[in-house]
Structures are given as structure tokens and as C-alpha cells.
């Protein structure tokens, strides 16, 4: 049955095939570390590749492979990749194309600890690394070097939303030989095609959207045949594979992230405007709204603008960690992309580790909330952050 043309529920929903073992309707969790071959021959002829089957989970499992195929078919992609965790997908997607001499360009405003891994983790591999504000094409190709070979960009990035022109970007790339790599957690494929706007590699924290109820920590990636091969033998080879049971978590979450994502998005503008109304909110960080910056090429890019974003505290760094003590429904926690309201603290949480100077570059303020709207009734969390406000 040929997929590609149905709608986005229809392909979250029937991707990953109808024709189960065993008749099952819904994918087993095949729950196992390696299998076994009928015969000496067998065994040989899957190492050697003459046949297509199982061998070891770390290499491949049914499971997991019925999560890829309906994740790429989300993204629009050849193939995905699924991984442990989103650091352990954007490690093996950058690594997987880049090598000591060679330099990577990367957004500025990224979550706390993709920083250090491209910044510190990688350049002990010899990479080099320039951060900037990938939503300044200039900047962009003010940064372009002879061995540059990715550039890595998070849109809409953690936490301040900013957006950056995924088609511009990737064109300046491609012009001079590199890839675009972007992480998409915030948008999910329901409101962002990367690969579409010309993008190389697309990826997740699946941790968030895709598996939508914070029971798992993985990452995926979905490319090209050719380079999700790449990005596929670098898994096998560094261990980062997810386990059977966090696959079917994840397989079980994207088949409703469509509804979700629409449902938390229209929340989102509700809460995002009544923060824009409180006198207690000095600015709201968020794509959703006209007066943003990010607005226009949210609109060019997006088809929803995402329900994670930040609001300034007019009274400054203790009122916002005074905001968080009034948190009842909400849950205090990092983390995102949850059925339930999240609400954290990026400059003592989230991005503690990131150093001030790059805090400012990224216009991450110490007054900043982040707030993660789930589907609860919005005039439920609206109560209860007025609440909280009053007794800030
Ligand atoms: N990318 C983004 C945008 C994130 O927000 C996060 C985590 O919050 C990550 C990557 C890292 O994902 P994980 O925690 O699954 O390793």
C-alpha cells in the first residue's frame, strides 16, 4: 500500500505495516537481544548481507524498525534512525559527517547541553566549532569555511524560540559543500518538514513530541538512503541503539501525535496571549505571535507553531523562581513535549551549564520561564498561573 500520499494521521497510524507476526494487530515488543539462524549458512549469508534479517538488537530489531518506518514517513525521509537519546542522535548525525580538521557550524541557541557536545565533546575528536545566530544569514556565511562540513541548527530553538530560514540556510551549505542539520524537537513533524525546506538530516529528542508522554529518552534521525546508512552503521558501531521497549513507547506515541500537537499548539496561543497581557510578563518568547521576531518565517516554514516557549518576569531573576513556588497542576520539571504542563527555570535548570557570556548571546535572560503547555483546558493553567502571579 503505497503511503506517501495519504494524510499525516493516516501515515502516523498504518507506516509501520500492516503484516505483524503472529496476526498481531499491534507490534510486539520483541524483547530480545539477538536471534537465532536455522542454519550455519544463514548466519553467514546475514553477516555477509545476501539475505535480510534479524541478528542482534543493537544492529536491528523488528520493533524498532516498525518505529523508523513510520517516523520517516512523517518526515517525508528515505529512512530513520532511532537512538538511546536526542544528544546520542545529534552525536552520530554530526560525527557521521565530520572528521578531525574538518568544522562545524552550529546555532547559538541550543539546549544547554547539545553546546557542550559540539563545543567541548566533539572538539576532542579534533572538530572544530564556531556558535552563531544561524537566524542572521550573514552571520551564516560570514562563518563558512573551506572545511566546514555540517551546519546544525535548532528551530524553533530551546528556549527562546528563535527561528532560523531552514531552506536559506541549507542553500548556503550546500553551496559550499556542507550539510544542513536540524533539530526539530520543538516543531515535531506535524508542523515542520526539514527535509522539504532542504535540510540534509532531520532529528528529534524523541524524549519530548514523538513518544508525547515522558516515559522514554531516545532520538531519532531520518535522511537520505545514503546517509542514513552512514547514520546507521555509526549507531551499530558506538552503541547507542533504544531499546525494544522504548521503541514501542515511541510507536505507540506518534500514532496521536498529529492530535496532540494540534490541540497543545491552539492551547498554547491561548496561554501565550494572556501571558503577553499580564503585567508581570515584561516578554513573551514565542513564534505563535505576531509582534515576534520569528513570526514571519515561523509562517514561510511551519503549519503550527509548536506549544514550548519562554516569558520574561518583569521583577526580574527571583520573581521568576517566586512564579514556580505557585505550581499545582503544572509540574515543576525540565523536559518537554508531555501531555500534562511542564514549567522550569532555563537559567538554573535546563541551561545552568551554559556559560553567561553564550547565555547572552543566545538571549536567554535570568528572568526567563519556560513553559510547556499540555492538554489540559487552558483557563485551567491560565487560573493557576494568575494565582501564582499574585503572590509574586
Ligand atoms: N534537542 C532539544 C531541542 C532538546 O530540548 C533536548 C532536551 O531537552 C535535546 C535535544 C536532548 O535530548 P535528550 O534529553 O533526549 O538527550
Redesign the pocket.
Known sequence: MALSSKGFMTRALHAEGHHKPFNAHNMPIFQTSTFYFDSPEHGADLFSGKQQGHIYTRIGNPTVEAYERVVSSLEGGDEAVAFS??????YASIMSFAEQGDHVISGDT??G??IHLIGDVMARSGIESTFIDTSDLEAVKRSIRPNTKVVFL?TP??PTCRITDIRAVSELAHANGAIGVV?G??ATPRFQLPLELGADISL?????FINGHGDI???IATASEDRAKVIRKFRTDTGACVSPMDAFLSLRGVRTLGIRMERQNANALVIAKFLGSHPKVSRVYYHGLPNDPGYGVAMKQMSGFGCTFSFDMAGGYDAAKDLLKGVEIMTLA???GTVDTLIQHPASM?HASVPPEIMKQQGLTPEMVRIHVGLEEPEDIIAELSKAFEAV
Open positions: 537519546s536526542g544528544l546520542a542522535v545529534i541550543l539546549y547541553p547539545s535548532e530553538a530551546n533539530d524537537t520543538f528529534h529528542s524523541t524524549t519530548k529518552v531516545g532520538g525540565v523536559s518537554l535546563t
